[in-house]
């Protein structure tokens, strides 16, 4: 998650834009391609890792669309670079409907803009660190009924959550509003396996005034306590479920992609 809102600033990079750059996308600017060369120069595996994150992603929703969930809440979207979760899940699933959640305005703005689709798709602004707040606004409540099971998306952005902000209660919260049969999809940063990487992404994040706090595994699957784990678990991101089509091919060195997800049903 971003510094707190206070609009658009071209002179500081900006977390979706520089996510964007990473992931090929068009949406960034010179600040942000300097933010983000800096962190390939230190930690080269970074481009990789992000693509890992967005298949990851992409593969959870496919595979819960096809399930049989017909929701989804996709908190911390980013900018909508190349796929988008209600591209993925409309196809698996037609019908399906996306509550996308950000408090980016460059993002939001993007957002809106993506094409009409009969009203299945809904744009809120939202923070996670109030995740009340998501769960009853309008816009969210207009596509989902939390009376039935959501997927609810939660990719790379709880490692941009500080302790003090409390990632395990905004977690819980989450699912005390997510009806039996719903997943919570997650993903987030390690340096369990490249430490020196991870400490040199997150030192550029910070130098940004982005906080940064990458976890270890013992951490992060305490975040999907009370959900029951799909199979595999939590894993490398490029091992949950790999799809033959996935871009990047993490076989060799699974934790190249400096990331572990999950996911869980909620009994």
């Known amino acids: ?9 071209p002179t500081t990079p900006n977390i979706a834009r520089l996510y964007d750059y990473l992931l090929g996308g068009k949406d960034h600017l010179a600040v942000d391609r300097e933010a983000a060369e800096e962190m390939l120069r230190a930690a080269p595996e970074m481009r990789a890792a992000a693509r890992a994150n967005r298949a990851f992603v992409l593969r959870a929703v496919r595979r819960l669309a096809e399930a049989g969930v017909r929701q989804f809440v996709d908190i911390g979207t980013g900018l909508p670079t190349r ?45 996670l660190r109030d995740p009340e707040a998501i769960l009853g606004h309008p816009d969210v409540l207009r596509v989902i009924d939390f009376a039935e099971p959501v997927g609810i998306v939660l990719g790379a952005v709880l490692h941009f959550v500080g302790d003090a902000d409390g990632p395990a209660r905004i977690v819980a919260a989450l699912r005390r509003a997510m009806a039996p049969g719903s997943h919570l999809v997650l993903s987030h940063a390690t340096g369990d396996a490249r430490p020196a990487a991870v400490a040199a992404a997150g030192e550029v994040y910070r130098r940004a005034g982005i906080p940064f706090t990458p976890r270890g595994r013992d951490r992060i699957a305490e975040l999907l306590a009370g959900f029951e784990p799909a199979e595999p678990g939590l894993v490398w991101l490029p091992q949950w479920r790999p799809d033959e089509a996935d871009a990047v091919d993490f076989t060799a060195d ?11 049903r909620r009994a």
Do not use: K, W
Request: proline share 6%; glycine share 12%.
């Open 83 to 127: 796929a988008t979760v209600h591209e993925v899940a409309g196809r698996a699933a037609p019908g399906a409907r996306v509550a996308y959640v950000d408090h980016d305005p460059v993002v939001l703005t993007h957002l809106r803009a993506l094409p009409a689709d009969d009203g299945r798709t809904a744009v809120a602004e939202g923070d």
């Open 1 to 9: 998650m971003e510094r707190e809102l206070q609009g658009f600033d």
């Open 254 to 264: 699974p934790a190249a992609s400096l990331a572990l997800g999950g996911v869980g």
